[in-house]
């Protein structure tokens, strides 16, 4: 079975203040982590994956397998980073099948 | 084209009536997905389609037929719905094969069951 925790259900931080969004994943294979974001109105779209170790819109997420967890950082936040943000793991799930996992999402909101 | 076009952006309907949501993606994968969300929950897997064949069903009642006519379109067919149904409906796809390949949504479908 495949799990994904997200601790925070709310997380509000002042405008250049640092954020991390908490993630903690179960699962008996070698997983594949991603975060979505989903901004208001718009679709769910792909922030970063954990094989990428890229940064976007400043974002970083280091897969620690000894801890489970593929954290979300971010040194200064923005105003416009205020949105739901969802990790995710996608593993295997018998015969040829891998199925994605959302954990209940992070809302964060960034106060000017 | 890097889109998951979704159709229709809203849909209300009776517990009677029979309609059909529809997903269209033009970049060559050959999964795809409906996932159900309800207001400020993620999103739940209800089917996975792989190369045309069903290859997950999440236990999803009957009420709700997912068809794949081809590689690019993928329909939800709907009949004899509840209220507790009203949700949004997204559709997604991705390369068929694992490797860290990530899910591409469409901007869903908000269906109101009345």
């Known amino acids: 079975a495949q799990r994904v925790t997200q601790p925070e259900k709310l997380l509000s931080v002042f405008k250049g203040a640092p954020v991390e969004l908490k993630c903690n994943y179960s699962?008996?294979?070698?997983?594949?982590l991603f975060w979505y974001v989903q901004y208001s109105r718009q679709r769910l779209q792909l922030l970063l994956r954990h094989i990428s170790r890229e940064s976007i819109k400043g974002f970083t997420a280091d897969l620690n397998k000894g801890e489970t967890s593929f954290h979300l950082k971010k040194p200064f936040a923005q105003e416009e980073d205020s949105a739901m943000y969802y990790c995710?793991?996608?593993?295997?799930?018998?015969?040829?099948?891998?199925?994605?996992?959302f954990g209940k999402g992070t809302l964060l909101t960034v106060n000017p | 084209d890097t889109e998951v076009t979704q159709t229709p952006k809203h849909l209300v309907m009776g517990m009677t009536n029979k309609k059909s949501l529809k997903c269209e993606q033009h970049m060559g994968h050959r999964a795809m997905y409906w996932y159900k969300q309800k207001a400020k929950k993620p999103p739940e897997l209800m089917f996975v389609?792989?190369?045309?064949?069903?290859?997950i069903n999440e236990s999803v009642p009957s009420r709700f037929s997912p068809e794949c006519p081809n590689s690019s379109l993928l329909n939800l067919h709907l009949h004899a719905l509840q209220p507790e149904d009203s949700a949004l409906y997204l559709c997604a796809s991705s390369v068929a094969t694992p490797g860290n390949s990530p899910l591409h949504f469409g901007n869903g479908t908000r269906l109101t069951v009345t």
């Open positions: 699962y008996s294979g070698s997983p594949e």
């Open positions: 995710a793991l996608r593993g295997y799930s018998g015969g040829s099948n891998y199925k994605l996992t």
């Open positions: 389609y792989s190369y045309e064949k069903l290859s």
